[in-house]
């Protein structure tokens, strides 16, 4: 059965921290992994990961995927109390069907 | 462009009652989807859609149907509401092109007593 698994389930850090979530997952097929950001509504876009290694950034926050590990991480530098959200990862399975299965996500809270 | 939206914001059902969520989607995606999202859960498809007149179940599809007679919108239905279908529920769309990911609209709670 097709799964995502994220980690840690929640965190609370102080700003100025770094952070590392992880998502791995156990797909018959993969094409591409998903992170969203999602704060009290609608989850919006952070990245869309296809190939290994090739890091994605967008200021403060990055990501890369180890096809190899069957995982990803999303590294957020200098948090801020505006990045407390749920951190959402998915995995489009299977390829081309633009169906997507999501881990249960990572709460982070930030302290000021 | 307002992107994706969903009719109600908010609603409280009583076990056995029906009522249809409404999507609406005013950027000509091809696909759409149905996701509930309860405490712990992560977001599950319910039904998709992968253009007018077509859905497909997820999946979590029991209790619910769905439909998509125009490409614009995606209706989902329940017959009769259950407890267990207390959640927030979540609407997508998306283009068809690979490299494009889904938009969501924002949110519709619903709780059956």
């Known amino acids: 059965e097709d799964k995502v698994v994220q980690s840690p389930l929640s965190l609370v850090v102080h700003e100025g921290d770094t952070v590392t979530l992880n998502c791995s997952y156990e797909?018959?097929?993969?094409?591409?992994l998903l992170w969203y950001k999602q704060e009290k509504k609608a989850p919006t876009f952070l990245f869309m990961l296809?190939?290994?290694?090739i890091e994605k950034k967008s200021g403060r926050l990055s990501s890369i995927l180890d096809k190899k590990e069957l995982s990803s991480i999303l590294n957020i530098t200098a948090t801020q109390t505006g990045d407390s959200a749920i951190y959402l990862c998915?995995?489009?399975?299977?390829?081309?069907?633009?169906?997507?299965?999501f881990g249960t996500g990572t709460r982070l809270k930030v302290l000021a | 462009n307002a992107g994706v939206t969903q009719t109600p914001k908010f609603r409280v059902l009583k076990t056995g009652q029906s009522m249809t969520l409404l999507c609406a989607q005013d950027?000509?995606?091809?696909?759409m989807y149905w996701y509930r999202q309860d405490p712990g859960m992560g977001l599950r498809l319910i039904h998709y859609?992968?253009?007018?007149?077509?859905?497909a179940k997820g999946e979590v599809p029991d209790g619910y149907n769905v439909s998509r007679l125009k490409k614009q919108n995606f209706l989902l239905g329940l017959e009769s509401a259950a407890p267990s279908q207390t959640s927030v529920y979540f609407c997508?769309?998306?283009?068809?092109?690979?490299?494009?990911?889904?938009?969501f609209g924002p949110g519709t709670r619903l709780t059956v007593l």
């Open positions: 997508a769309s998306r283009p068809s092109g690979s490299t494009d990911t889904q938009y």
């Open positions: 797909v018959t097929n993969f094409r591409s």
């Open positions: 296809t190939s290994s290694g």
């Open positions: 998915a995995v489009e399975t299977p390829p081309g069907t633009y169906k997507y299965i």
């Open positions: 950027m000509n995606h091809e696909y």
């Open positions: 859609s992968v253009g007018e007149g077509t859905t």
